[in-house]
């Protein structure tokens, strides 16, 4: 980035300054220099040698997004001696500014201070058009901020009745000269209010333009008001975040129900309901766009901004919530062959799908992938960046169907496998979603066989004296996805449940809460009210998802030649709640080194995000998907033959060594049934 | 046109025929040739050598576009010898087609048709992609069809659950493949229907792309209607033709009144009762898109299809109803700078201005010259294309305002003048809209000063016997532009009037018609119910309006250097009415050949037709409008001078040799006034 430019011709200029006529300015970080005449603004030299500095109103003093500070002494490597003096004084333009709406001590606009000698310019990363968007986990590339919707500020020509021209045309010759936007197409809708914008602004306009190509919206005067909305529709709950688009913050965020769990708690219910009930899928689609719309309702109102406000939104979301999203029948993604009805990103109108933003805003969703590996993958795909990757990384987003890719920059596998829902609690007798009252982690005594356990909503340990008090108010009411996991898991480790999968009558012996429940058994978690017991059915429904989630995840190592991964990421809400070493010990995923197993939260949504504050993001994304090879699970013969292998814990014949390493993992055992008096022993052994 | 092309390589082909493995092929009407082997579909062969014939189901026997006759004998020229059996034999295809559609003799789809030996194939006119659209007029150019809108028919694969792709990516296939349309958008509204449009036609599908970038219907099946609507909104009527978009004929067409007469009777007191209603901008644009609903209904009814067959829109009309169309307040335009929103052509969906037609149709509308100068006139150029012409041609679309077009193929003038209503027959004391019983044509006889006219509605001149018999039912009712015009010119030429617009009083002594009016003189026109005369206030308004038109034409001489015009052409149903020689006699238009003064009829309307028919046609709009040289008459000093000058008949000072030639001028005379003994006498001389 080091690079010497200096502008093509040097004018004469009587400043005084460095007593010379030109002088030399450094702009850092970039490093980029060059030498201009006295008197020229800051922003000037920046925009001639190509460095980053943010501008809405073109250098007109009143977006104040272009500040810069001077950086002072003596710098020998850059061969600048860099005074606060060089500059031009504090100009009444910036003391405007600066009382309106606050400018930091040291702080310029670069617009307004002019070059009186040599300089060394700081640029704040705050004052970048393309600043980086920080995200919180170390391993993900920040997000660089480009995106889609952008504003300008123009002066507008009055018309003159001898030389007649439209007031577009004049607007689009104002952003061709002072935004270099030549031969931008504009909405009907601009065209519409445009005249009264001009008149009220007194020619003087701000506009919103989309990828670089189309006026979107038009405001009197300076406006910087844009915001984007990215949003992930999932089965159960739909979550978005409006993001300022000139800083990609979050500024407000918002989670609902998905209003269509009426029509059926699960992805194939809801397409049974279209089949059953001819239009319904119209019902479902219109419930998700109003629920939609409440959720823009909620993040305008929090960020005190309107829903007008709202310039773009992105989506992503499994096919069947991507096709009901778009208008589309999902019914073919109800049976074999699966067909998506377009596996392309697709950009439309907010009106065509009756969302009440910005009447010109734009949306744009996610490509799905395959019939079963849906936007949210796509998402997944550029959070994560595994075609970036030189580590092999699993990535599996774990919900009633998990969906997984698997790959590295050469080449990437996506496939989904039928989970079903006993991971989010479903199918478990004592099983709730996760909310106040639910236990969400669980440990079990090796010796004792005695739990202890936290419940949502309160910080301490079962075990806790103030426990009881504590959670006087929530209660203790079921468990989560992520307790059933450890509950088992630890189970397993403290030989309740054998490899197999069978709660072991012999322990009984050890405690009582091993008890007999007709031919077979099951532990009691808790003794209140309710009463929270894992039956054998329990452990059969997780084994059963486990074995399909390992056997999708086995089936696409196969495919790409491997026995091992470098790397696992768990997405999903799901995957950011359970202990990666406990998904482990019961075999969701295959082993791996767990410091390299880590949870990526809601991948999808994140996904979503980037795709609106990146315009680029939105190429490599179609791009990407385009060459994701598709495996289908169902239609693979070697699915069930993975399948059966993986219902035993962690897996019939597959090594754990990094595992075993972390935990110490029992020895197989075979389990003493109901009634019946091989106890099987306390054969169990401490290993490692 | 004559070219030799050798197909690339020449494949063995046990076929027989003419001895050798190709044969020789010569396309008719374009010469181009070229050797094929033996067994090469006729179809195939022309795409290759690229013949213009046209196809929508590709080759495959369904549409009967792609029909060619064989041209048989000894083409010595040529050096072709052309047999009809060196042609495959007319197969169970053709025959089908044949049956369901019917064929011309000795008609062949070339698609079915194999060659056998050497051949000449005469393509016909109505086989050619790109045919003709004749116009009524030699001295137009005729219409080349390329629309805007084309039909292709596919067949698509069909979904593979182990190479999973959406059905749009297959669609796109499939075009991409069979039709050579690579990178297509699509509509939303087409993803939605795609699936169950893809099953029903059996993975057959017709889809419409619009200028061969997006995807905008999709039908099962092969579908092959395709209609478009051309409509010029003039204040007063809207007038549309329904084309059908493959071979460019109108199939239907409708006029209507405009409905926001009732908010005012011309242009300017509809822009006031927006001034004196807020809002009311609103109540006319939604009048003017119920207007078109109906006119659109009306052209399907008529063409026997739906709306939803009409796939294309394109508008013409005045700044004002264009403005309202689009949904812009007009209200800039009703004082000076005259400003438009635009003056660029705007394409949009038909869905944004509430057009009831194909929910995916695209509407086109040609762009505004200046403030006074309409998207009408636009289409008037073309229509008439003088920007291609080496004769200066003026050209005057006759209206409330009358716009006016001046020059050649090296620069073009424009501008509107304000002519009132007088030549629609307003402000006249026996005025009247063009309808049955309205005088269209007077004579009056040079010596008895006896008129006898015909009436709208009857065939008879009024001296026939049987006149009054056949205007029982209608009436004379009063007189219409074209009436106005002829008689008031008639008078002039028969001394009834002065050169300087005086009803003569001296004349009284010649015949009773010529009455004491007050201070003034009338004649009388028709002694009926009701009474007809011809006021001096009668002349005046005529004098006033057609000054105001002279003498903007006149403005546009002086701007272009010139002092006589090379060729006038009279647009508007107006211009279609008026016979010239009259329009010249009293001056409204310069001096010139009269062989060369004609009616273009409605231009506006076919500058629309033409935009709908021929896609490059809006490019050339877009840019001829850009080079047109506004001239605003209001501001310009001369303008006052020349009006005053034109307020004579047929000019103060002007000569008018071309019109002298062709009929007797009056010698200008002083007239008796009312009440007064100066007769000024009978001192008419004829000239010549």
Redesign the interface.
Known sequence: MDETVTTETTHPNGNGGNGGEDALLVFMPSGRRGRFPLGTPVLQAARQLGVDIDSVCGGRGICGRCQVVVSEGEFAKLGVTSKGDHLSDFSAVEQRYGDKRGMKPGRRLSCQAHLLGDLVIDVPADSQVHKQVVRKRAEMRDITLDPVVRLYYVEVH????????????RLEKALTEQWNLPKLD????V??G???ALRKGGWKVTVAVHMGKQITAVWPGFHDKAYGLAVDIGSTTIAGHLCDLSTGEVVASSGLMNPQIRFGEDLMSRVSYVMMNPGGEQEMTKAVREALNDLCEAVAKEAKCTVRDILECTFVGNPIMHHLL????PI?LGG?????????P?M?WAT??DLKVHPNARIYVLP?I??HVGADTAGVILSETPHESDEMTLIVDVGTNAEIVLGDKNRLLAASSPTGPAFEGAQISCGQRAAPGAIERVRIDRNTLEPRFKVIGCDLWSDHPDFAKETDAIGVTGICGSGIIECLAEMFLAGVITQDGVIDGAMAATSPRIEADGRTFSYLLHDGSPQLKITQNDVRAIQLAKAALYAGARLLMDRMGIDRVDRITLAGAFGSHIDVKYAMVLGMIPDCDLAKVTSAGNAAGTGARIALLNRSARDEIARVVKQVE?V?T??EPKFQEHFVGAMALPHKTAPYPHLAKAVNLPEPKVAAMGGDDETGGRRRRRRG
């Open positions: 009055e018309p003159d009745m001898h030389d007649p021209t439209g007031d577009l045309q504009t909405d009907l809708r065209i519409q445009l005249q009264e778009l208008g589309i029948n073919e074999a062959p699966f067909a998506l009805a377009t596996d392309g697709t439309f065509e799908i799905c395959a019939g598709k289908e169902a239609v």
